[in-house]
């Protein structure tokens, strides 16, 4: 089995961290493909909904033990200022990519559901130790 120590986890994250900048800052063409409406909005909440998940594993560890607002907090506000941080980037860097309030709400949903999801995850495994 794959064990993940504090190092690991840090790696990882903060690989997935220059991901999210990479893959926000380079001006990427639409597919044509796909006509889904707010597509992007889908996509900006499920890149911060794993960012949280990831920066918690790293914060917590995934064994539960200390309360979900504590490493939760700290992922979210990561996971916020990068997301805000991006956007700003976006406004008055780059070419082709602009800022945009909805993009910066549609993290805040996937930030939010992250968190909502570890706590159940708590509460299933402290429900599963008390049988």
Known sequence: MLKLNKRKLFLIAITYTIFVYVICLVKIEKPKDISVPNFDKLVHFGIYF????????????????TPILKGG??????AFLTGVS???????????????VKDVFANCLGILLAIVFLYQIKKYKELKTVK
């Not at 907090?73 to 990561?78: Q, R, V």
């Open 50 to 65: 794993i960012f949280t998940l990831v920066w918690f594993a790293y914060f917590e560890g995934i064994k539960f033990v």
């Open 73 to 78: 907090g700290k992922a979210a506000i990561l």
């Open 86 to 100: 991006i956007e700003f980037l976006q406004q008055g860097f780059t070419k082709g990519r602009s800022g945009d």
